[in-house]
C-alpha cells in the first residue's frame, strides 16, 4: 500500500501559477512511477502528466503540454506538479496516483491520494 496526500492547491487568477505537491507514505515511493491526474465538475478524470520510477520519463497531456511540469524527489518521497499560465479551464480537483507497473497508461494506477482543489479565476 502507499499512502498519498496531496497538497499546494487553491485560487489563483489566469495567467498564475501553482506548485502542487503530493507526499508518499508506505511503500518504497522509488518503485511506482507516479501521475497528476485531474477531475473537473461533470467530466472524466484525466491523467495530465506521469514521471517514471526513477524521473528520467515524462510525458504530458496536450492540454498541459509547455505550460506543466512534473518532476519527483525520491529523496523526500515527493512528486510534484508546477503548474503556470493557468487559465480558467484548469480549474478542477487534482490527484496524484502511483502506478506499480507501467506509469504511461492511466489504467495501471492503483494509489490515489484524496485530491486537492485548484481554482483558476478569470
Known amino acids: 500500500q502507499v499512502q498519498l496526500v496531496e497538497s499546494g492547491g487553491g485560487l489563483v487568477q489566469a495567467g498564475g501559477s501553482l506548485r502542487l505537491s503530493c507526499a508518499a507514505s508506505?511503500?518504497?515511493?522509488?518503485?511506482?512511477?507516479m501521475g497528476w491526474f485531474r477531475q473537473a465538475p461533470g467530466k472524466e478524470r484525466d491523467l495530465l502528466a506521469a514521471i517514471s520510477w526513477s524521473g528520467g520519463m515524462t510525458r504530458y497531456a496536450d492540454s498541459v503540454k509547455c505550460r506543466f511540469t512534473i518532476s519527483r524527489d525520491n529523496a523526500k518521497n515527493t512528486v510534484y506538479l508546477q503548474m503556470n499560465s493557468l487559465k480558467p479551464e484548469d480549474t478542477a480537483v487534482y490527484y496524484c496516483?502511483?502506478?506499480?507497473?507501467?506509469?504511461?497508461?492511466?489504467?495501471?494506477?492503483?494509489?490515489w491520494g484524496q485530491g486537492t482543489q485548484v481554482t483558476v479565476s478569470s
Open positions: 508506505g511503500r518504497t515511493f522509488s518503485n511506482y512511477g
Open positions: 496516483a502511483a502506478a506499480p507497473r507501467g506509469w504511461y497508461d492511466p489504467r495501471n494506477y492503483d494509489y
